[in-house]
């Protein structure tokens, strides 16, 4: 059974930074992808970034290209969301995804095509 366990939320102050973390067990590939979704209240969940661990390549939203980064550490299976210059606009509840698919950079942030999720870290940036 896949298991996706979130951390690292929490509140800032407008320009500051936070690490998210997810830890994943269960997965029986040896590559997959993984990413990170965000959806602020009101509003539809959307697609932050994505990687795919067999060679890290890596897809970011348009909004967060420049400020967030995402990396892996694939003998702790921990997938990381560096975010910095935080904004009141990235207010949400932040939810790590895992899939066996491997996508092109026009796919990965369809939510749909993803199988497994964490509960989500809430993330508020104050102005």
């Known amino acids: 059974q896949v298991q996706l366990v979130e951390s690292g939320g929490g509140s800032v102050q407008a320009g500051g930074s936070l690490r998210l973390s997810c830890v994943a067990s269960g997965y029986t590939y040896s590559s997959y992808s993984m990413g990170w979704f965000r959806q602020a209240p009101g509003k539809g969940r959307e697609g932050v970034a994505a990687?795919?661990?067999?060679?890290?390549?890596?897809y970011y939203a348009d909004n967060v290209k420049g400020r967030f980064t995402i990396a892996q550490d694939n003998a702790k299976n921990t997938l990381y969301l560096q975010m910095n210059s935080l904004k009141p606009k990235h207010t949400a509840m932040y939810y790590c995804?895992?899939?066996?698919?491997?996508?092109?950079?026009?796919?990965?942030?369809?939510?749909?095509?993803?199988?497994?999720w964490g509960r989500g870290t809430e993330v508020t940036a104050a102005s």
């Open positions: 995804a895992a899939t066996s698919r491997r996508f092109s950079s026009t796919l990965w942030d369809c939510s749909e095509l993803w199988n497994d």
């Open positions: 990687i795919y661990t067999g060679d890290d390549s890596t």
